[in-house]
């Protein structure tokens, strides 16, 4: 534990998480590095359309990311759990940097034409980004004491959901107004200053362990963690379901130019609206935090978020798709704040690097395999139907985890302390 996790907290009435500077440092490595992401995606997205005009050419974007990053990340886990975490994190941020940097290259024309280079930078950001959820949680835990998560949580969940606002408006509006080269560039320096934060913290981290077994036996360890503990295995299937059906956002160039006649801007804010939501919902629950019934609210969320996604697919007018998308990051924001506190509860220390991995396996590839999935029905039957279908899904998972897992629908978050 930091010292200054020590000094600003105690079980009886711990501070507010805000006043630890280490708690502050991570919040920054944070925020610079989601910018970062979500600026190259937006700009991507753009970039490829603009070459190929074809809604499964965006659903590749989502595939050349997922597969290094499912290959990548059960080691990154381990590593997470046996290294010293903040200088892993170093390292990712500025792994974080070289994608946007190849493809201002790419933009410029110094390395030839092409949209399979595109596609192999993306590759690059899937098994780099495999690193940045692990040490994040394992950080998590080292700033704060176990009384601050909630309140942790729902902050890092404002932070993580307001860089998704600002990430894709920003990069959506440089895309329109300076070009493609600049979102990337900014992009790049995001990622740089994630680098920053992480120098700037102090924290007392375990000494490495890279002796203490076999790296397979210990990545199994953690796979059959969570695959024991019920409450845990159910939210993050849970989420990862929904976001593998309901993920109609990565549609979103598409629509812009076929369905809600925009420009970039447009992109931009469609982008950002699901982020906007969440960032309002985080904003209250971290004031008035969830404890009795959190299971139920958690399948309500969720089943709510399969709602907005079936009204986006069948609105034909740009705010009113806005709106929807505003609504599903309410839902969807209630969701993430629940998760990563079921996760960071259930969780014992020695392990959080392996079973963040795991998670960012369910959940984190979901976003990435959602959009090929998306991209794959919105070519076979038509945009609209593949979202509405998506919608519908999500709404059958819902059922289907309420059935199957009635420890999840009973949860009291105290049960996990």
């Given at each position: 534990m930091s010292t200054g996790a020590a000094t600003a907290a105690s079980p009886d009435a711990p501070a507010p998480p805000l006043r630890n500077p280490n708690f502050r440092a991570l919040m920054g490595y944070r925020i610079c590095t989601i910018?970062?992401?979500?600026?190259?995606?937006?700009?991507?997205?753009?970039h490829v359309y603009e070459l190929t005009r074809n809604p499964w050419m965006l659903g590749l974007i989502g595939l050349a990311e997922v597969l290094p990053y499912f290959c990548v990340a059960p080691f990154a886990g381990y590593l997470v759990d046996h290294l010293p975490r903040r200088r892993l994190g170093m390292v990712a941020c500025a792994g974080l940097a070289i994608t946007p940097l190849v493809l201002v290259a790419i933009t410029q024309?110094?390395?030839?034409?092409?949209?399979?280079?595109?596609?192999?930078?993306?590759?690059?950001?899937?098994?780099?980004?495999?690193?940045?959820?692990?040490?994040?949680n394992a950080l998590f835990a080292r700033v704060l004491v176990r009384e601050q998560f909630v309140r942790g949580a729902s902050l890092g969940s404002?932070?993580?959901?307001?860089?998704?606002?600002?990430?894709?408006?920003?990069?959506?509006?440089?895309?329109?107004?300076?070009?493609?080269?600049?979102?990337?560039?900014?992009?790049?320096?995001?990622?740089?200053?994630?680098?920053?934060?992480?120098?700037?913290?102090?924290?007392?981290e375990p000494a490495p362990q890279l002796?203490?077994?076999?790296?397979?036996?210990?990545?199994?360890?953690?796979?059959?963690?969570?695959?024991?503990?019920?409450?845990?295995?159910?939210a993050l299937a849970l989420d990862m379901f929904a976001v593998l059906f309901g993920g109609a956002i990565s549609l979103a160039p598409a629509f812009i130019r076929e369905i809600l006649h925009y420009g970039p801007e447009g992109l931009g804010i469609l982008r950002a609206a699901?982020?906007?939501?969440?960032?309002?919902?985080?904003?209250?629950?971290?004031?008035?935090?969830?404890?009795?019934?959190?299971?139920?609210?958690?399948?309500?969320?969720?089943?709510?978020?399969?709602?907005?996604?079936?009204?986006?697919?069948?609105?034909?007018?740009?705010?009113?798709?806005?709106?929807?998308?505003?609504?599903?990051?309410?839902?969807?924001?209630?969701?993430?704040?629940?998760?990563?506190?079921?996760?960071?509860?259930?969780?014992?220390?020695?392990?959080?690097?392996?079973?963040?991995?795991?998670?960012?396996?369910?959940?984190?590839?979901?976003?990435?395999?959602?959009?090929?999935?998306?991209?794959?029905?919105?070519?076979?039957?038509?945009?609209?139907?593949?979202?509405?279908?998506?919608?519908?899904?999500?709404?059958?998972?819902?059922?289907?985890?309420?059935?199957k897992a009635p420890r999840l629908r009973r949860l009291d978050l105290r049960e996990l302390r």
């Open positions: 910018l970062s992401y979500q600026m190259v995606a937006v700009t991507v997205g753009w024309g110094w390395l030839g034409d092409g949209v399979w280079k595109i596609y192999a930078a993306v590759v690059l950001t899937g098994g780099v980004r495999s690193f940045l959820g692990p040490v994040y404002i932070v993580f959901q307001s860089a998704l606002v600002v990430g894709p408006a920003l990069g959506g509006v440089l895309v329109g107004w300076a070009g493609m080269s600049v979102a990337y560039g900014l992009a790049a320096c995001f990622a740089a200053l994630a680098v920053f934060a992480l120098a700037r913290m102090e924290v007392t002796q203490r077994g076999p790296v397979f036996a210990s990545i199994a360890e953690g796979a059959r963690f969570v695959f024991g503990h019920q409450i845990l295995l159910a699901p982020a906007l939501g969440a960032v309002a919902v985080g904003i209250w629950l971290a004031r008035r935090p969830v404890q009795r019934n959190a299971g139920r609210v958690l399948l309500m969320a969720v089943a709510g978020f399969g709602l907005c996604i079936i009204g986006f697919g069948l609105s034909k007018l740009f705010w009113l798709s806005a709106f929807f998308l505003l609504l599903s990051g309410m839902c969807d924001g209630v969701s993430v704040v629940l998760r990563s506190t079921i996760m960071q509860l259930a969780t014992p220390d020695e392990m959080r690097g392996r079973v963040s991995s795991i998670n960012g396996l369910f959940v984190g590839s979901s976003n990435e395999l959602g959009a090929f999935y998306a991209g794959s029905m919105g070519r076979l039957l038509g945009l609209v139907p593949a979202v509405v279908l998506g919608g519908c899904v999500t709404l059958g998972v819902v059922a289907t985890t309420a059935l």
